[in-house]
């Protein structure tokens, strides 16, 4: 596999992040040593950005393949990873934060994070057990309170820069009333099926930057469907491009200014996913994808519209 040079953008002034990573969360999730065998071939690939969370179960298979990959002389030292992981929701109360982050930094073997998210904009009870969730095990998020922990996580060098995932313009404006450290990074669902608009505006306002998961639509995952990569729209693009569909749509996400995670084990659409550069979209094609019909496609609420904030997370707001 020929190694690909990934673009980097700059986070803080001083923290730098490749514009494409490799996702590693899957439903149902992928065993230790695919995860870890998947994890060796993209770094041969030149993947240098690997995005996990607690709750994906993959980061003590990227910790042992990091390990394995400087002992092997593939990469010569941890910094030249950039490693995100998340804060699941039934950690999300502040006396939590903490241990929730050491946790996943003994799972990864490592003594910090380039990147650690706040993963939900809500807090899940102990006893939740499924995706999505029973309304009754869903709780408002302290905003506040959890950030003051996530930012203590940054001061004390375990994570050299915090964000949040899946928050909405409403839920950044609460956290940007208080915050002592802004927010680096909104990790959201974002693709030609469901453009965010509105949300990148906002962020790129107040300087967030925005990483887009479920670039494909979500397919072959519990929630997603086919509309992105069976669309005859961007197979048309894809062919006049000598390009596959998935390169087309990641390629327009980049083109947004938005960087991209995209999970996928297999070799071939590994290093596939990140040849997107090079080339580029003509306004003509541009136009097309501005018109592909938008729908959400992961739904975290079981029963929408009971509370607000559970409404917040269906909408593009």
Request: hydrophobic share 40%.
């Amino acid at each position: 596999m020929e190694k690909v040079v990934i673009p980097e953008v700059s986070l803080t002034g001083t923290v730098s992040m490749p514009v494409v990573g490799m996702g590693t969360g899957s439903y149902p999730p992928a065993d230790q040593q695919t995860v870890r065998a998947a994890v060796l071939e993209a770094i041969k690939a030149g993947y240098r950005h690997f995005d996990t969370a607690f709750v994906y179960g993959s980061e003590p298979a990227i910790g042992a393949a990091i390990v394995e990959a400087i002992s092997a002389g593939l990469i010569h030292s941890r910094q030249e990873l950039f490693i995100t992981s998340k804060l699941w929701a039934s950690f999300a109360e502040p006396h939590l934060v903490l241990p929730a982050i050491h946790s996943s930094l003994r799972n990864l073997k490592l003594d910090y994070l380039d990147l650690y998210l706040v993963h939900w904009p809500l807090r899940l009870s102990p006893e939740a057990r499924s995706v999505p969730p029973l309304d009754e095990h869903v709780y408002p998020l302290d905003i506040k309170s959890v950030w003051e922990a996530m930012e203590e996580c940054q001061n004390m060098g375990l994570a050299k820069a915090i964000g949040v995932s899946n928050f909405s313009c409403a839920k950044l404006t609460e956290l940007l009333s208080y915050a002592k450290i802004r927010p680096a990074v909104n990790q959201v669902e974002l693709s030609p099926a469901w453009h965010q608009k509105h949300l990148r505006k906002f962020c790129k306002d107040n300087g967030i930057h925005v990483t887009a998961y479920s670039p494909l639509g979500a397919s072959g995952t519990k929630w997603g469907d086919g509309r992105i990569l069976e669309s005859d729209v961007l197979q048309e693009i894809a062919e006049a491009k000598g390009k596959s569909v998935a390169q087309v749509a990641m390629r327009w996400v980049y083109e947004q200014g938005v960087s991209v995670v995209a999970k996928s084990y297999n070799k071939e659409r590994m290093s596939n996913n990140i040849d997107i550069f090079g080339w580029s979209l003509t306004d003509y094609e541009l136009r097309k994808i501005d018109q592909f019909p938008q729908c959400k496609g992961v739904r975290f609420v079981n029963t929408l519209g009971q509370t607000a904030f559970a409404l917040e997370l269906d909408a593009e707001i």
